[in-house]
């Protein structure tokens, strides 16, 4: 793929830090966020960090002259969170937290590339949801609203922008090895998953970089999953 630039949200950790390393390594302009930019754990000359608190509208709105300078092409949201518990013991803050994060934080970061890529008409927004949102999981019910909602969110924008030129999709991972699942993962729901293991950082990359590119035009509105068959329609 051409050189891009690419605005990818939680890149300090997980996930998106394997997005971040990927896009480097193949000569890509990066623009990151994590709570605290100081302890970003490495540096590159393609790379910048920011600090941005997804769940805040007005951390959120002092980015914006950041994103204008940069004019991405590419936008991942990637930063969440969970709070998980089972739907009786789950507060009304938890609850709130992980919708303003993970949900509202999509809105509001979306928004901030949004005008630019219609002017420019090209754009790939990718979003990071879960096959949580699909499936459902105990104890998730704050975390599965949010991602489901993630998905609907990719369907209505993409119909919007589709005619500039501006594809949106949702990646829906399964259960991938980073410290948000560490307490979770165990051998009794890895016997539950076809290809006999978790999944890792590096399984989630690939599909990303395609929805970035070219190679993705035709494809938008969708959801794809990525979690080693543990969800089949
Ligand atoms: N791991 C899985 O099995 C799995 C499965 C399905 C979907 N996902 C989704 O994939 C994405 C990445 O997950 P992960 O497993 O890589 O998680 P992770 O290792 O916990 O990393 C989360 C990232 O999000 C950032 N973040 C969290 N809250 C934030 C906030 N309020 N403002 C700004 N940044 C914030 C963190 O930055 P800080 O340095 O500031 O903490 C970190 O970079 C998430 O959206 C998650 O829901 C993960």
Known sequence: MENKKILITGGSRGIGKAIVE??????????????DSSKFPFDNKLLTVHSLDISSKDSIDSFQSAVDAFEPDVLINNAGITKDNLFLRMSDEDWM???TTNLTGTFRVTKLVAKGMLKRRWGRIINI????????????TNYS??????DGF?????????????????VAPGFIATEMTEDILNDELIKKIPLGRAGNVEDIVPLVNFLSSEHSNYITGQTLVVDGGLFMK
């Open 97 to 99: 937290d992980v919708i």
């Open 154 to 170: 990719t369907r209505s924008l993409a119909k919007e922008l589709g005619s500039r030129n501006i594809t949106v999709n949702a």
């Open 22 to 35: 990927s896009f480097l390594n193949e000569g890509h302009e990066v623009l990151t966020t994590c709570r």
């Open 129 to 140: 949801s879960s096959i949580s949102g699909i499936m459902g999981n105990p104890g998730q």
């Open 145 to 150: 609203a949010s991602k489901a909602g993630m």
